[in-house]
């Protein structure tokens, strides 16, 4: 079992910058990669970063690449979305959650098991 927390989101204006951090509890965190997915009001939830177990190689959905970031502190536990440039499309709810997959497999939400209750990132005009 592992939770997740997340924390950081927030309302920004057009081409402000948040951190998004997302706490893990267990021992376990360093076997899972890491994904970030986000979820606005009447839309599917959408993949937007992901990190391997080791931080070695990492993914992003073309909306947000170039302007974020993910990574990870094995040691704490935690991983991070660093997003800047942010537009007023990056509003949603977003969540992190753990995975087992590689490669393509890290873009789908069903490949995911452990998710957090999610942090609302609202970005203004």
């Known amino acids: 079992q592992v939770q997740l927390v997340e924390s950081g989101g927030g309302l920004v204006q057009a081409g402000g910058s948040l951190r998004l951090s997302c706490a893990a509890s267990?021992?376990?965190?360093?076997?899972?990669?890491m994904g970030w997915f986000r979820q606005a009001p009447g839309k599917e939830r959408e993949f937007v970063a992901a990190i391997r177990r080791s931080g070695g190689s990492t993914y992003y959905a073309d909306s947000v690449k170039g302007r974020f970031t993910i990574s990870r502190d094995n040691a704490k536990n935690t991983v991070f979305l660093q997003m800047n440039s942010l537009k007023p499309e990056d509003t949603a709810f977003y969540y992190c959650?753990?995975?087992?997959?590689?490669?393509?497999?890290?873009?789908?939400?069903?490949?995911?098991?452990?998710w957090g209750q999610g942090t609302q990132v609202t970005v203004s005009s």
């Open positions: 959650a753990t995975t087992t997959a590689e490669a393509m497999g890290v873009f789908y939400p069903r490949n995911y098991r452990y």
């Open positions: 267990g021992r376990t965190f360093s076997s899972y990669g």
